[in-house]
């Protein structure tokens, strides 16, 4: 089986900075695309950010500018650098991946979800 461990959430005030990470563990024969996504209290779950096996990205408009994300093939992990946070930004972050354990075939995992919040 495949697990994914998200890290470096907490509690932050508006205009700082969080890292988040979020590492693939177990029967893995590669990774394809990895993100984040986030879902705040009695609102839909949204796509945040994403990257490519390449390197190539994309974001939401609403964080474009302010969030990076990055991965290391090698660690099989994913991150999310957030600066400038607003209280908009709060909400539970997931990680999702797809992964290749059998060739030819690619499933989506996700991580458990790690809570950001941002005082204003």
């Known amino acids: 089986q495949v697990q994914l461990e998200e890290s470096g959430g907490g509690l932050v005030q508006a205009g700082g900075s969080l890292r988040l990470s979020c590492a693939a563990s177990g029967r893995i024969l590669s990774i394809n695309d990895m993100g984040w996504y986030r879902q705040a209290p009695g609102k839909q779950r949204e796509l945040v950010a994403g990257i490519t096996s390449g390197g190539s990205t994309n974001y939401a408009d609403s964080v474009k500018g302010r969030f990076t994300i990055s991965r290391d093939n090698a660690k099989n992990t994913v991150y999310l650098q957030m600066n400038s946070l607003e209280p908009d930004d709060t909400a539970v972050y997931y990680c999702?991946?797809?992964?290749?354990?059998?060739?030819?075939?690619?499933?989506?995992?996700w991580g458990q979800g790690t809570q950001v919040t941002v005082s204003s």
């Open positions: 999702v991946a797809g992964v290749v354990v059998v060739a030819g075939t690619v499933n989506s995992y």
